[in-house]
């Protein structure tokens, strides 16, 4: 009988067209909402191209998608109207009634018309029946962000090289998780490339690393309608008392440790146009800001250095940003690590300290 009543009340449900409300994330939408729940613009708008392009319905990252865009509107986050118009484009690719209302509300707000173009666009996809309304503020992006960060530390972190390296340019996303799972730290950054009638074009790419193991660098291709790799980099091995004495040399002859502020800038920018650097480079631009940050030839350098720590996302940079916010004479150098600090997500990375990457060096 038990079993019967059951199969009744399945039944009634697929009647109403009552969707999964409590879908878990997989390591793919839980990274879309990482990104979103950023004070960073670019990484907001990034993740909500992804989740329009990708179609994807989860309840639980479009309502992320949805108090973020309720957020930007009443002032608590700082978005443009571009972004806030994706926000509500990644809503409406749920297809799902529950949020009809809310983009209701936007519509019927004072908002630019570029925005209600978007979300009455957007309402219009909403086909799928719900049981339930989303109800803007009752979802804590804080709680969200805390558990994102604990699912960053209960992740598995017994990768090994031979993981790592399976991984190869023309992958999609959804292959390197399966291979790899829940990365590190993800950020996104920007490479040039030439095209036709068009001249040098600069774009967003979505990068995920994997402590001491490498960085995953996505382009997106409409085409295939997904993130594809695009470059796979290699994280140095950390100089330990077991390593060569060409891994200190190469340490100490670095380009990031010249003694010409401009070409030290130059690489900085170089590779930031690359798409970002590997740990060895961001371990060693941390070091040029403990050591030179009251250095004045150095200012304009360093202002570069925390742009590109800035640009990992990763929490392991947080202290010396602090410390040269705190610490530094010169006000420009101190404006950037104050900026740069904003875009350093949660996490219980271990800190970077000044001397890390020489002690072993220094042993030898």
């Known amino acids: 009988m038990k079993m019967i009543n059951a199969l009744k009340i399945l039944v009634l449900l697929c ?21 979103m729940t950023r004070n960073n613009a670019i990484h907001v708008k990034v993740a909500a191209q992804s989740i329009f392009n990708k179609n994807m319905g989860n309840v639980e990252l479009t309502d992320i998608a949805a108090e973020v865009l309720n957020q930007s509107l009443n002032g608590s986050i700082n978005l443009d109207v571009d972004i806030q118009s994706w926000l509500a484009k990644a809503v409406g690719a749920s297809g799902n009634l529950r949020y009809n209302d809310f983009l209701t509300s936007v519509i019927d707000s ?7 173009k978007f979300t009455k666009q957007a309402r219009d996809n909403l086909v799928k029946k719900s049981t339930d309304t989303f109800i803007p503020g009752k979802l804590k992006l804080a709680e969200v962000v805390d558990k994102i960060a604990k699912d960053k530390l209960n992740a598995k972190s017994s990768l090994t090289r031979e993981q790592f390296n399976m991984v190869y340019p023309g992958d999609t996303v959804n292959k390197a998780l399966d291979t790899l799972g829940m990365p ?4 996104v950054v920007f490479a040039n490339k030439r095209q036709a009638w068009l001249g040098t074009v600069r774009y967003s790419m979505l990068s995920i690393s994997y402590q001491k193991l490498g960085t995953l660098n996505f382009e997106y291709f409409g085409d295939q309608g997904n993130w594809i790799v695009d470059n ?7 100089v330990t008392s077991s390593s060569s004495a060409a891994d200190a040399a190469s340490v100490r002859n670095h380009q990031m440790m010249g ?20 740990q060895l480079d961001m371990d060693l631009a941390a070091e040029r800001l403990y050591s030179d940050l009251n250095t004045r030839s150095y200012v304009d350098t360093l202002s570069w250095a925390c742009k590109l720590l800035a640009m990992s996302g990763n929490s392991r940079y947080r202290t010396v940003l602090e410390y ?10 101190r404006n950037y690590a104050h900026k740069s600090v904003k875009q350093i997500t949660g996490g219980n990375d271990k800190q970077y300290t000044k001397g890390d990457v020489f002690k072993a060096a220094t042993a030898k």
């Open 15 to 35: 009647l109403l067209g009552m969707s999964t409300q409590s879908q878990a994330l997989n390591t793919e939408e839980t990274i879309y909402a990482d990104l």
């Open 110 to 116: 004072d908002v630019p018309g570029k925005l209600v």
């Open 184 to 187: 590190d730290n993800i950020s």
């Open 232 to 238: 796979v980099k290699q994280a140095y091995r950390e």
């Open 259 to 278: 003694n010409n502020p401009n070409a030290v800038r130059g690489y900085i920018k170089r590779i930031m146009n690359q798409g970002g650097g590997t």
């Open 324 to 333: 040269t916010m705190e610490n530094s004479e010169f006000r420009k150098l």
